[in-house]
């Protein structure tokens, strides 16, 4: 099997505005292992298992092949969880599990280890960051009280009840 890259976007926190991340996933041919690049923080970090967990309770396989994850822009200090989503369908597109849709989506959650995927502190300022550079859906948790947010002008942010991926039925599933 050859390696696929897949690029996604989602955003971290920088002070108290939301900065824009580009998570690319390199599936590839190799000793397995799994790497993140791009001045990620310990907590980030810490996704390489979290992610592994979540795929595999939530019905999918980590495959065991050579993963490279660059965070950009490279010289951006990322932290917390927020990635997590992102880094976790970036390996399904990469390893053929899921297909992506059309359109630009952003992705923001953290996992937790059953593939529920969970909110984030600063999930607005993330939103609106993302809305800066075009993207005009944004997959994020559902909060408690399932309330949403409008972000000026025609770009929203909603939190839907969506507490895992759909479980994989042996071919590629499509992501919108």
Request: hydrophobic share 40%; proline share 10%; glycine share 12%.
């Amino acid at each position: 099997m050859p390696s696929v890259l897949a690029t996604l976007l989602s955003a971290t926190l920088h002070g108290i505005a939301g900065r824009l991340v580009r998570v690319e996933v390199d599936v590839a041919p190799g000793l397995p292992g799994f790497t993140i690049v791009g001045l990620p923080d310990a907590a980030l970090s810490e996704a390489r298992e979290r992610v592994r967990g979540a795929l595999r309770n939530a019905g999918f396989h980590h495959p065991p092949r050579r993963i490279t994850v660059n965070l950009a822009p490279a010289e951006l200090r990322k932290a917390g969880a927020s990635l997590d989503l992102a880094i976790a369908l970036g390996i399904l597109l990469g390893s053929e599990q899921l297909r992506a849709g059309p359109g630009r989506v952003g992705l923001i959650g953290e996992l937790g280890l059953g593939g529920e995927v969970r909110p984030v502190p600063g999930t607005l300022p993330m939103c609106l960051a993302m809305a800066r550079h075009g993207v005009r859906r944004v997959l994020v948790p559902a909060r408690p009280s399932g309330r949403r947010a409008s972000l000026p002008g025609s770009h929203r942010c909603r939190w839907r009840r969506s507490p895992r991926p759909p479980r994989s039925s042996g071919r590629p599933a499509r992501v919108a």
